[in-house]
Every structure is written in structure tokens, then in C-alpha cells.
């Protein structure tokens, strides 16, 4: 019997202020040999967590910091511009008990087998039983100065999922002389359950209730209670082969259903093959003695997606709150289109692939390269807004994928007291839409447009700013003369069809992408006797992210960012000039769009393990303390908070530094 009993503690603090996480794990792991024909064993792991998720004070960045925080007696004023109600004083959030928004969450994650060798030789019977249960207590309070003086509100939530999958599997594993196969037969279910209950309410009669009496409250604002439910059941064979561990051959079939989609479109087959040969095994290879592995493989495979709302092939309600004489009574409106042939979302994926190894190792890797075809995508369909709906979902149009993957590992030097390893990553793929719901046509209004990947940014390019010069006050003029009302300052559009007029139809273009084009990760190990030093580089080529921090929005009441500003006497290109008289600039849109390159310091990390003759003294059979700096650096020309997705006021990766020691017994 192989028993293992494992307990964590984890806590970090958040950014911003209020903010925090702490997780308390504990994992318990069995596996025992009952018989010679019999071995059961499982794994149960429950974690409690707790996250403080704070007030949102990240996005008030933009307050007036000419304005008034505190008054006389020290405390923070109700708004920071005198009687401007546009800002309130977020200072008000950090008051004790103003925002107090805790997320509680238990998890139970069980996984228990049992295995029986049958009498036939090779033949084995396995069943597996998974469970994840999951509870989630979502609690929310504001103070009426938290609320810019509106009632204090209140939110008390729950939310409980229960799911289980059990598999039956068979197992035939058989050698006949240089033949070797194996045979899996698998039969699974898969249940899910989600209940939920929410009630939001304001005007409790003291702060100090917070949301343990929403009862008390004089105003309930919100409620609501939910119940899901979705199953999965799937059948699967499986065939391997080889032969005289050169040539080798997988061929596969699974057959699924699931009850998300329409009736008559709920199951689905995947079929799969795989052929790989290990071409250093063959006699006219054998003398070349610098090559370990040469591997060439190439495959076939389908798989597929139901991730949509368990009803929503028949069409959801939603309820309606009015009034009817001196009662308010609930109605139900359609919310949503039935699609009754709602079917799955497959993809297609041809794979062909080399794995090699040479000089005993120190030179090594793989190489891939693929094409996916996507069809029938669950998207949303735009409809005409005098429908009564704007959108509908179902099966439309068809995408394509293609990309290489490389990977490579290196033994750059090796001696008695130094070695030096370097591991590479690399990708690039190519996503493109091949067809949507009407054929090879742009769907503008969605950003989707044929031979271009999903997402995708389409509007105005920016190509400088309008300057008070003899050429381009000519131009102003033309533009002008069409209905513009262009004047030195102000943005400076391209001019997509150069009729000098801009407009929608003919003058915005696909900008970029949101998904980078390349992806690599470099990383170097050097080790010197008892001291070791890791640095791993990653980055990110041919992505663009729309950088809502340039928002200018209200710029003259309140604070922005640095920019530099068009005027008569800083004739700049790159931004418009100042004007309080708008909230907003025109084509202001075409500011935001930046390339979000970048070149990432992810970890380094030191370490040192301690002469064996000192460990062996303190009874331990190894003790290696390290230092770990995460997040140090990063290289961009992005101006946003960050460029691995942080394109508004969200919180930027975190930079830390770890000290640890290792100790084996």
C-alpha cells in the first residue's frame, strides 16, 4: 500500500489595497495491491479559499489630482472637485467597513479506481469515479459614501455545483512475437448540477449589518435563483500497434452525446489515426552513431465543442418587473431564438511532426506542423433589431488554422564542475475565417471578414495630425468642402479611397489582430558546482491590443494621462489638441491601437545546494536554498498598464521576489 498525506497554506496580498487571497489546501492519496488481481486507490483534495476582491480602486486613476482629498478635520472629503458629482472621492472606498466584497469558496475534487486483471492473458477491467463538488458564498457590501450617497447596499449570493463522471474502460494488451497491440474500450457519463440563489438589497438600517441581515433591509433591488443541469456520454475504441518498436499505428473512434444541443443533433462521432516510424531503428541508420532518435510522426483527428447554455437549443425566457394597477407582477419575455438544429462545433486537425535526439542527448527536439479546419462554429448571428432580437445563436461558417511548433533542447557545455542548457519554444499560427452564416461575405457589424482571424481590430488609422501649413490647410479645405469640420489640430485620417471625405464604409481597415502571431520562451540553466542560475525569457510577436488608458474622455475635468498634445507652438503628430469645450474627440477611437510586442524577464531564479558532508550532519540526504525573482523585467513599446492583456485599468503581472530552501530526508 503507497499512502500520501500533503497540506498547504497559501496567502498573498493583492495590489491595490484591500485586496487579498489566502487558500488553505489539504490532499489525501491512497493506491493498494489488494490481491495480485485487484488494485484499487483514489485521491480526495479540498481546498478553502477566501479572496478579498477589494473596491475597484485600480480604476480610479483618472481623479483630479488639482482636487481636494481630505477637509480640515482629516477626513476624506464626499467629492474631490468641489460640487463636480462626476468624481467622488474613492478615498471613501478604503474608509473602514465602506466596501467590504469577500468571495468564499470550498472544493471538493475526489478520484477513486479499481483495476481487475481478467483471466484472459493481458485483459484488465478499470473503473474510474470522479466528483467535484463546489460551493461558492459570494458576499458584497457598500456604505451610502462608498455609493456616492445613494441607500448602502447589500448582495448575498450562493452558488453550489455537483458533478460526477464514472468510466468503465477495457484493457487488452497482447505481444506476439515482433507484434505488439493494445485494445481500450472506454464507456463513460458525465452529470453536472448547478444551483444558485442571489438577493441584492439597499437600505439596511445600519452599516454594521453589512450583508448578514439583508433581511433588515428597506429596499430589495434584485433577486434571483437559478438551476442548470447537463450530461455527457461518450463511447470510445481505441487500437495500437507496433511493430519490432519501429513502426507504429493508432486508430481510434469516439461517439458522443450531449444534452446541451437540439434533439436529433446531439450525437456526434470523432475518428482519429495516428502513424509514426522511428527511422533510426532501421538497418541503413544503424552505423550512425551521432543520431539517439529520429522519430517522424503524422496524424489525423476530430474533436469537438458544446460549450453554449445547457437550454438554450429551445429558446430562454426572461422575467419582466412591472407595474399592474398598484402591484408589481412578474412577467416572462423571449430572451432568445430556439435553434432546433444546434449541433456541434468540430475541428479537424491534420498533424505531421519529427522528434530527434543527437550527440547522446545534448541536441534534441521536436518539430510540428498542423492545419485545422473548423466548421459549423457556435456563434452569434446578427439578426435586424425589428425582429425583437438583435442575435441568434447557431452553427455558421467555417475557420482555418495552420501553424508550426518548435521545440528545442541543447547541452551547450558539459564538464566536471560547469554545465550550460538551453530549452526553446517557439509557435506561430495563421488563423484565418474561410466561411460565415452568408457565405464568403464580411460580417462588418461582428469585425469578422474572410481570409482575417476572429479577432480582429476594424476602424480609422491614424496617419498623424492636421498642422497649421500651407499643404495641409489646402486639403483641410477639400475635406471641408464635404461636410467636414476639420481645423489644424485635430486627427488625421487615411484616406482609404481618396475622395476626401471620410466615412464608414469605405474608410476604416483591418488594423491588427488581438491574438500575437509568434510566441517563444527561451530558457538558460548554468550550473557551477553547488550553484545553479536560471533565467527564462518569454515574449510575443504580431499581436495589437486596444489601450483603453489613452482614454481622453472628459480630459479638461479630469486626470489623463501624459500626452503630447498638438499646439500652434508644439506642432506634434502625435496627438490632437486640447479642447474643453467636448467630452470627446473626434475619431477618437483610431488613438487607442498599439502593437503589444514584448519581451518579458519571466523568472530567474539562484540557487545553491549544500556539500553533502554538511547535509549528511544534519540527518538530511539534500537542502538547496534559492532566491526566485518573478516578473522582474519587461521590454515593450506598449504604453499600457501591460501588454499580456491588461489593455484597461486591470492590474498588471505582479513582480516578486521568493526566497525558499529545499530539504529532502
Known sequence: MQFAFNTTYFRNEGIYKNQDYSRYTVKLSVDAEVTNWLKIGGQSHFSHSLQDRGSNFQDCWRVNPLGRLYDDDGAPTLMTSGGDSQWWNPLQYLEPDAVVNPLKINRFLGSYYGEIKLPLDGLKYRANIGIDFHSRQDYSFLSSNARQGNPNQAKNATQQTYAYTFENLLFYDKQFGKHSIGVTLLQSIQRNRT??????????????????????????????????????????????????????????????GSSRLADGHKWVSFPAFSLAWRVNEENFLKNFDKLDNLKLRFGYGVTANTSINPYQTKGLLSKKYYNYGENMVIGYTSSSLPDKTLTWETTGQWNVGVDFSFFRGRLSGTVDAYLQNTHDLLLDRQLPAVSGYTSVLTNVGKT??????????????????????????????????????????????????????????????????????????????????????????????????????????????????????????????????????????????????????????????????????????????????????????????????????????????????????????????????????????????????????????????????????????
Open 400 to 665: 482555418r488554422n495552420k501553424g508550426i511548433e518548435v521545440s528545442l533542447s541543447t547541452v551547450n557545455i558539459q564538464n566536471k564542475d560547469f554545465t550550460w542548457s538551453t530549452d526553446f519554444m517557439y509557435s506561430t499560427n495563421k488563423e484565418e475565417i474561410v466561411e460565415l452564416y452568408n457565405g464568403k461575405v464580411d460580417d462588418i457589424g461582428n469585425s469578422w471578414f474572410i481570409g482575417e482571424a476572429l479577432g480582429v481590430y476594424y476602424d480609422y488609422k491614424k496617419i498623424g495630425i492636421w498642422q497649421d501649413s500651407p499643404e495641409d490647410l489646402a486639403e483641410i479645405e477639400k475635406y471641408n468642402k464635404n461636410g467636414h469640420k476639420f481645423a489644424p489640430g485635430m486627427i488625421k485620417l487615411l484616406d482609404i479611397d481618396g475622395d476626401h471625405k471620410i466615412t464608414a464604409d469605405n474608410d476604416r481597415m483591418i488594423l491588427g489582430q488581438k491574438r500575437p502571431k509568434h510566441i517563444f520562451n527561451l530558457s538558460n540553466t548554468f550550473v557551477y558546482k553547488g550553484f545553479d542560475l536560471n533565467i527564462v525569457l518569454y515574449g510575443t510577436l504580431g499581436g495589437m491590443l486596444r489601450n483603453a488608458v489613452r482614454v481622453n474622455h472628459q480630459s479638461y475635468r479630469n486626470n489623463s494621462v501624459k500626452f503630447d498634445y498638438w499646439t500652434p507652438n508644439n506642432p506634434t503628430n502625435a496627438y490632437p489638441r486640447p479642447n474643453r469645450l467636448y467630452d470627446n474627440i473626434e475619431y477618437e477611437s483610431s488613438l487607442y491601437y498599439e502593437k503589444s510586442d514584448f519581451l518579458r524577464v519571466k523568472t530567474i531564479t539562484l540557487g545553491y545546494t549544500l556539500p553533502k558532508n554538511l547535509v549528511n550532519k544534519a540527518t538530511l540526504s539534500n537542502c538547496r536554498l534559492y532566491v526566485t525573482a518573478q516578473n522582474p523585467l519587461v521590454f515593450t513599446n506598449y504604453t499600457g498598464v501591460d501588454p499580456e492583456g491588461a489593455a484597461t485599468y486591470a492590474s498588471p503581472s505582479v513582480s516578486s521576489w521568493i526566497f525558499g530552501v529545499n530539504v529532502s530526508f
Open 195 to 256: 444551483e444558485s440563489l442571489s438577493t441584492t438589497v439597499q437600505d439596511l438600517p445600519s452599516d454594521d449589518l453589512l450583508f448578514n441581515d439583508i433581511a433588515s433591509a428597506l429596499d430589495m433591488t434584485g433577486y434571483d435563483s437559478n438551476n442548470q443541469v447537463w450530461s455527457l456520454a461518450s463511447f470510445m475504441g481505441r487500437l495500437n500497434y507496433n511493430y519490432k518498436s519501429r513502426y507504429y499505428a493508432t486508430f481510434s473512434m469516439r461517439y458522443d
